[in-house]
């Protein structure tokens, strides 16, 4: 009832959905009834929610650190303690100052000092803490290295750093952090310093990539730490994976010599500019920098009344308290692990079935057992990993977490984050794995589909079956299909680099690409403000592609599902509503937001949330169906990507589809995208 109530009140019947359908049904969204917005703040809410009510009966080991955490942590954080504990943590820095400030940083100096920001602070100029699978065959029974990806600056949004009207934003942010850190500077000191460490950002920003971040897996390396010492001779490897097995008290060789101990790199040479330019900065400006970088940490966990501060170093126990305040009982987290499992299993079959009987994968023998192997051995997480509601296994993952009644905020502070940093070192805690999360994920290197149970908030095995499939379905098959898309194929079923897709497959494939690259190039729209809206073609090519192929998928899996003719609550302006209809409804309803129009500055590769509807329907012909939209509508382009992708005559599937699911299938393989 809440799903027809909510989707009822967003349509506007003065608009034709034939015409615009995005306006038709995301009438009038708001920032708090925007979808991505709803999703996330419940989460935020519930998690809220628990802390503030406090320990209940029953709550094990674990869930009482995780309130003594929190309480102790609120009675400490005054202003006073706040700012002994800033004092704290960036006069470690004080003995390393130069003499002579021309000086620059050695490499054993900046492995060590990496190394202690990542343990305490979570960043680094190099990287992001992070244990993960080799890709690379060669380094297959090793199991777990350190990953190098992207350094974040000061500003989450790189991109902010390509718009020079917010230079002065970000300058004044780095004034006002460092004079907390140093309150002898003069006014234009202070000015001086904060234009030199933007200035440092910026280089690094230059040298960060402008490419969908998918597109990044091509160049993805492997090296020993010996290998590394020669590739990157200015920064001291060894001493980094020394140091931060010592600063996190982890084993982290496990018997490995140090020498042959693996590292991931997601960027090589991007990871070598950025230690060009580290090398060639002077000494106490980079150790100034970093102490503004320790101020913007302090501050994000400990701003937020203490609630950041928990649930982020205990991220186990604040996801073990979403799962059983959601579910409660075993019972009730079996049906809905169970039937969750179910939907996305036919998705997944769903996908096998459209791209399958593409004519250039199935006549392709080499194409085909890669695409089979693939889709065949996808493994699933379905709401969280199995033992995340297990009371006894958590108590024991946290028997190392010790407060005393004395701690000072300072030395709650560096407990937390060691145990954090100790917890993603020897894998108990996996960063992208958080369940709270509300999107689904496409794991590459261990060929899984990961659909948490934050995303599956807009999912119940009471709901509709129309609206399940149009909204997470859609999302789920969108993921799918990353896994077959350009940077999917060069990956293997066992989640290895090793491209299957043969080449004159791949001459199809990039043909379809190609076409879906220039489709989007043509669209012209105008935001409300009469803006024209500009999409990048290539920059979103991945992204569309999904669309596409995941809008196909779901809706072959809604047809397929026995129960897809559901019947639902007949609110107002769903009356006469039929279940296709509903679909397609539900699947707007996921990208209604008033963020509809924009587009997005700081993940470029997706097209605005009203074009990615309106691309994908109108060259999708069960919609123009579903809405009896005329041959003259929008949604009947003349020129349409599947007629590239296999030569498909438009009569052959308006024949085809009709109300069997198996029909439907047929045609929309034929349509496919990819
Ligand atoms: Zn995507």
């Known amino acids: 009832m809440q799903f027809s109530a909510d989707i009822d009140q967003r349509i506007n019947e003065n608009v034709d959905p034939c015409d615009d359908f995005y306006g038709y049904s995301c009438f009038n969204p708001t920032a708090e009834n925007g979808t991505s917005s709803l999703l996330a703040s419940s989460i935020q809410k519930q998690i809220q929610n628990r802390l503030k009510a406090g320990l209940q009966f029953g709550d094990g080991e674990a869930v009482k650190k995780y309130f003594d955490l929190y309480n102790k942590c609120k009675a400490l954080n005054t202003e006073k303690n706040f700012k002994q504990t800033l004092m704290d943590y960036v006069h470690v820095f004080d003995a390393l100052k130069a003499d002579d400030y021309n ?229 009730e987290r079996n049906n809905f692990k169970n039937s969750a499992t179910k939907t996305v299993d036919n998705i997944i079959a769903s996908v096998r079935k459209m791209l399958e009987a593409i004519p250039w994968i199935k006549n392709d023998s080499k194409t085909y057992a ?93 709901y509709v079956t129309a609206a399940i499939y149009g909204g997470i379905g859609a999302v789920i098959g969108h993921e799918i299909m990353h896994g077959f898309d350009d940077s999917g194929f060069q990956v293997d079923s066992d989640g290895y680099i090793n491209p299957w897709m043969s080449n004159s497959s791949q001459v199809h494939f990039n043909s379809m690409v190609q076409c879906v690259i220039d489709e989007y190039n043509t ?26 192929g995941g809008l196909r998928a779901a809706y072959n899996a809604f047809l397929g599902d026995p129960e897809w003719n559901r019947t639902f609550p007949r609110t107002l302006k769903l009356k006469n509503t039929t279940n296709e209809q509903l679909f397609f409804l539900a699947y707007n309803r996921g990208f209604c937001d008033p963020y509809g129009d924009a587009v997005s500055a700081a993940f470029d590769m997706y097209s605005p949330k009203r074009v990615r509807v309106f691309g994908t329907l109108r060259e999708f012909e069960p919609f123009r169906k579903a809405f009896n939209c005329p041959d003259t509508s929008k949604y009947a382009p003349e020129k349409q990507c599947w007629h590239a992708a296999s030569g498909a005559q438009k009569s052959d599937v308006y024949s085809v589809v009709s109300s069997i699911a198996a029909s439907i299938l047929l045609s929309v393989f034929l349509i496919l995208i990819v």
């Not at 280089?203 to 590394?228: C, R």
């Open 523 to 548: 669209f012209d729209f105008t935001d409300s403000k009469g803006k024209a809206i500009k999409i990048n073609g290539i920059l979103t090519a991945g992204e569309n592609v999904a669309d596409h």
């Open 370 to 462: 890669g695409f089979t192997a693939k889709i065949d051995k996808m493994k699933k997480l379905i709401g969280y990993p199995d033992g995340l509601d297990d009371q006894t296994k958590l108590d024991q993952l946290h028997a190392d977490f010790v407060l005393s009644a004395d701690e000072s905020l300072s030395s709650l502070f560096a407990k937390c984050s060691k145990f954090l940093a100790k917890s993603l070192l020897d894998d108990r805690v996996k960063r992208m794995l958080d369940v709270t999360y509300s999107f689904p994920q496409n794991d590459f290197f261990s060929n899984r589909i990961v659909v948490p149970m934050g995303a599956l908030q807009t999912y119940s095995p009471n």
């Open 103 to 331: 000086q620059k940083i050695d490499s054993s100096q900046l492995a060590k000092i990496m190394a202690y920001t990542l343990v305490y602070h979570d960043f680094s100029m190099i990287s992001w803490l992070d244990k993960t699978k080799c890709p690379h065959k060669r380094f297959s029974d090793f199991g777990h290295l350190l990953a190098f990806e992207a350094p974040h600056v000061l500003s989450h949004y790189i991109d902010d750093y390509r718009h020079p009207e917010k230079a002065d934003g970000i300058k004044n942010a780095f004034r006002e952090r460092y004079a907390l850190v140093d309150s002898t500077l003069e006014a234009g000191d202070l000015t001086k310093t904060a234009s030199e460490m933007y200035d440092l950002e910026m280089k690094i920003v230059n040298v960060m990539p402008t490419l969908p971040i998918a597109s990044q897996i091509k160049v993805v390396q492997t090296l020993t730490v010996k290998e590394a010492m020669t590739a990157l001779p200015k920064f001291n490897w060894g001493i980094f994976v020394t140091s931060l097995a010592a600063y996190g008290e982890v084993d982290l060789l496990n018997g490995t010599n140090l020498d042959d101990y693996p590292l991931m790199f997601d960027e090589l040479n991007r990871t070598k500019a950025i230690l060009d330019i580290i090398s060639n900065t002077p000494a106490e400006l980079f150790r100034n920098y970093i102490k503004t970088r320790i101020v913007l940490h302090l501050k994000t966990v400990l701003q937020n009344d203490c609630e950041a501060l928990t649930t982020s170093t205990l991220p186990l126990v604040k996801q073990y308290l979403y799962i059983t305040d959601s579910y409660p009982t075993a019972a």
